[in-house]
């Protein structure tokens, strides 16, 4: 599926946060978000899952405006990972993921044989199959994201959008994480905080500085020394991961830090 934004501009209490935004991901195409905090990424994101309507601009899939679509036919072409994404207390992991299901049942429909494959299948594909009977607080927090994960997946959707997936995870579970979205084929729409993430697995990347787009393009372009730091005030070195041989950022802090507020007496 090809993802289209063209002029997306969203305001929230009359205060433009993003500001002009165009960007396509192409089908299969992983495009990261990036910026400092409060650059607009999440406000963003959120015009393309339908939380918030844009101001300006539209947002279209396979050339159709998303905006005009049904909320159970949007569902079925955009899934979403969000930042604070949350698996309720006594369910456990299969009942959470069937919850991604309900995009493609009438209201008070009972479950379908094609149901239930549709969430065995998604938890087989993030690994937690074996987790289907277990209660989600007895997950760690790296198997709760996954099965946040397969219920997104569960609702078979070409395009994946993700608000800052590797969130409170530990090294390993983000790792495991990106490793496995990037392999699932879909088109992808991720908002990052670490650059290092962004440049390794991602085929473009957006830069976001004050809800505008400051940058874009393959990573290799775009995240170069003199670029991250104008934009993130940090020192940056750029070059193969020595283990991987993926694209790698190392950050460090500015030579100069920023001059300390005087005070008077």
């Known amino acids: 599926m090809r993802l289209d934004l063209a002029g997306v501009s969203a305001r929230i209490d009359a205060r433009l946060i993003v500001d002009d935004v165009t960007l396509t991901a192409g089908p299969g195409e992983f495009v990261a978000l990036v910026g400092p905090n409060g650059s607009g990424k999440s406000t963003l994101l959120r015009t393309v899952y339908r939380s918030l309507r844009p101001s300006a601009g539209i947002v279209r899939l396979d050339g159709r405006d998303l905006w005009r679509m049904r909320p159970r ?3 079925r072409h955009r899934a979403v990972l969000p930042q604070h994404g949350q698996a309720a207390e006594g369910f ?11 995009s493609h049942k009438r209201s008070l429909a009972r479950e379908t044989s094609a149901d239930r494959a549709a969430v065995g299948t998604a938890l087989d594909r993030v690994g937690m199959g074996w987790a289907a009977d277990r209660l989600v607080t007895t997950l760690s927090g790296g198997e709760r994201q ?3 994960l397969a219920r997104a997946l569960a609702q078979e959707a070409p ?9 409170h995870l530990d090294v390993g579970s983000q790792l495991l994480l990106l490793d496995l979205i ?4 879909l088109t992808l ?3 990052l905080h670490d650059l290092d993430q962004a440049a390794a697995y991602a085929d473009q990347v957006v830069v976001l500085r004050d809800g505008r787009v400051a940058g874009h393009g393959p990573p290799a372009e775009v995240l170069t020394p003199a670029f991250i730091e104008e934009v993130f005030g940090v020192r940056a070195h750029v070059g ?3 283990l991987t041989g993926r694209p790698h950022i190392a950050v460090a802090s500015p030579v100069t830090m920023p001059d300390e507020p005087t005070t008077t007496t």
């Open 73 to 75: 036919q949007a569902a």
């Open 92 to 102: 456990t992991a299969a009942e959470v993921v069937a919850a991604g299901r309900y």
């Open 146 to 148: 996954r099965v946040l």
């Open 159 to 167: 395009l994946l959008i993700l608000d800052e997936p590797t969130n």
């Open 182 to 185: 990037r392999s699932l084929g």
């Open 189 to 191: 729409l991720a908002a």
């Open 240 to 242: 193969p991961h020595p």
